[in-house]
């Protein structure tokens, strides 16, 4: 009869709750709306190569950030180490011999 440890979770392997993750993706699209928002007023402000360089970065910058708001959670890398459970005093040569 085989012995299976059972499986234990930490949590450090929890994900973030939803609200959380809401918050974030929220709070990067803002920004990015923020630097977009400066980039038409650059735009405005600013003569030859400049001006068409924040006109362009304003026009760009929705994709990105609408790209980046509905991007899923990111994987965090499993750099933590799981609890394991001590092994049992009787190795398996002893319990076999014990008749268990």
């Given at each position: 009869m085989h012995h299976h440890s059972p499986e234990v979770h930490t949590i450090t392997g929890a994900r973030a709750s939803h609200d959380e993750e809401l918050g974030q993706r929220m709070r990067r699209y803002l920004i990015s709306?923020?630097?977009r928002t400066l980039?038409?007023?650059l735009a405005v402000l600013c003569t030859g190569w400049l001006r068409w360089?924040?006109?362009g970065l304003a026009i760009v910058l929705p994709y990105?950030?609408?790209v980046a708001a509905n991007a899923g959670?990111?994987?965090r890398p499993q750099d933590h180490?799981?609890?394991v459970p001590p092994k049992n005093a009787l190795d398996g040569d002893q319990s076999r011999?014990?008749?268990s």
């Open positions: 709306m923020s630097i980039c038409f007023i360089t924040f006109a990105v950030a609408v959670p990111r994987r180490v799981a609890y011999r014990l008749g």
